[in-house]
């Protein structure tokens, strides 16, 4: 007796064994199955035509733009802060040279904003950049809106730093696809919003951002400044040798850059004060660019704002474009004194 049941535990632990080996099996073939399907409902929307009235493919038309305008022309290089806070036509009057906005969206990265404009410029040109504080802490690369941006506008793939760059577009390829998935869906299942704010048809021919007419300030006092971990890191070398490097091509072009920090509500610039003098310190120490005004002199009452914190509204943009123009014509009155000056 004791030697069957050994028999039958011995045939029963086979048995068992062959059952959880099949039941490997069909989880393994599942999940196979399964793993294949993903990769190809992302192939399938990779592959799906670009989207050409995103907000972010208004770098078609900036880009456009930028490359058809005679030098010396006027140049605002950044994130959506510019969408938002600048009237170029009343600064192209003023200034009397034409004026393209580039401002767009904040996680395409600094690189490309610069990368993409420097091949552009010419002799007499002005370039003003007006870089959020976040492309210097983590963004400098850019995350998923940069491949939004590179679909819609391939030849900015020329400024893709692959060894730098790889790791951060690969691993923001699963935002980009749920992101390009939403925005065609929306499309066949939405009708089109003829007040939109964040499409291609908001912005004018200059780059500006024009559909928030008559719209009111939200309450953006309470919102985080520094929102990812990434970007409440340490200031990016990478982000500071970047600017340099534009500096300096800019100037071998025959142009001149300067830098005007962005306009951010009064009460955040109080609760981040310690990071944003960060940038503004170390930009000062180690790029050889003007630098018109410091981080303090470019805060608005918070009523000034619309959904974050550097989006301004109608009015705002109104008072912030008339602090532009008087720094750019202070700047350049001093650099013409000191042109003469040198002569003499």
């Given at each position: 007796?004791?030697?069957?049941?050994?028999?039958?535990?011995?045939?029963?632990?086979?048995?068992?064994?062959?059952?959880?080996?099949?039941?490997?099996?069909?989880?393994?073939?599942?999940?196979?199955?399964?793993?294949?399907?993903?990769?190809?409902?992302?192939?399938?929307?990779?592959l799906m035509p670009v989207e050409k009235s995103s907000y972010l493919s208004a770098v078609i038309d900036k880009q456009a733009r930028l490359g058809s305008?005679?030098?010396?022309?006027?140049?605002?290089?950044?994130?959506?802060?510019?969408?938002?806070?600048?009237?170029?036509?009343?600064?192209?009057?003023?200034?009397?040279?034409?004026?393209?906005?580039?401002?767009?969206?904040?996680?395409?990265?600094?690189?490309?904003?610069?990368?993409?404009?420097?091949?552009?410029?010419?002799?007499?040109?002005l370039v003003v950049i007006s870089a959020e504080y976040q492309l210097y802490r983590g963004l400098y690369n850019g995350e998923d809106e940069l491949l939004?941006?590179?679909?819609?506008?391939?030849?900015?793939?020329?400024?893709?730093?692959?060894?730098?760059?790889?790791?951060v577009l690969a691993r923001a390829l699963p935002t980009y696809i749920k992101n390009k998935a939403n925005r065609l869906l929306a499309t066949v299942v939405?009708?089109?919003?003829?007040?939109?704010?964040?499409?291609?048809?908001?912005?004018?021919?200059?780059?500006?951002?024009?559909?928030?007419?008559?719209?009111?300030?939200?309450?953006?006092?309470?919102?985080?400044?520094?929102?990812?971990?990434?970007?409440?890191?340490?200031?990016?070398?990478?982000?500071?040798?970047?600017?340099?490097?534009?500096?300096?091509?800019?100037?071998?072009?025959?142009?001149?850059?300067?830098?005007?920090?962005?306009?951010?509500?009064?009460?955040?610039?109080?609760?981040?004060?310690?990071?944003?003098?960060?940038?503004?310190?170390?930009?000062?120490?180690?790029?050889?660019?003007?630098?018109?005004?410091?981080?303090?002199?470019?805060?608005?009452?918070?009523?000034?704002?619309?959904?974050?914190?550097?989006?301004?509204?109608?009015?705002?943009?109104?008072?912030?474009?008339?602090?532009?123009?008087?720094?750019?014509?202070?700047?350049?009155?001093?650099?013409?004194?000191?042109?003469?000056?040198?002569?003499?």
């Open positions: 007796m004791g030697e069957d049941s050994q028999h039958t535990r011995a045939r029963d632990h086979g048995g068992d064994a062959r059952t959880q080996a099949g039941d490997l099996r069909k989880f393994a073939t599942r999940a196979l199955a399964l793993a294949a399907l993903v990769v190809a409902g992302h192939a399938a929307v990779l305008l005679p030098s010396p022309k006027l140049v605002f290089v950044g994130g959506s802060n510019l969408s938002f806070a600048v009237d170029s036509a009343r600064v192209e009057r003023e200034m009397g040279m034409p004026v393209v906005n580039m401002g767009l969206g904040i996680y395409a990265g600094l690189r490309f904003m610069l990368d993409s404009v420097a091949p552009r410029l010419g002799s007499g040109d939004e941006v590179l679909e819609a506008f391939p030849e900015g793939l020329r400024t893709v730093d692959w060894r730098a760059q790889a790791f939405q009708a089109p919003d003829p007040h939109c704010v964040y499409c291609r048809r908001a912005f004018n021919q200059y780059g500006d951002l024009i559909a928030l007419s008559g719209q009111p300030g939200k309450d953006v006092a309470t919102m985080a400044m520094f929102r990812s971990k990434g970007e409440q890191g340490p200031i990016e070398d990478e982000a500071i040798r970047g600017l340099r490097r534009f500096v300096a091509d800019a100037g071998a072009r025959g142009a001149r850059v300067v830098l005007m920090f962005p306009a951010v509500p009064a009460p955040l610039y109080e609760k981040n004060r310690a990071k944003v003098d960060e940038v503004y310190e170390r930009v000062k120490k180690d790029v050889a660019v003007a630098v018109l005004g410091a981080p303090s002199e470019n805060t608005m009452p918070a009523e000034y704002f619309w959904d974050w914190v550097y989006h301004l509204v109608p009015a705002g943009r109104d008072v912030r474009t008339g602090v532009i123009l008087q720094r750019l014509k202070a700047y350049l009155a001093a650099s013409a004194a000191r042109d003469a000056e040198s002569r003499d």
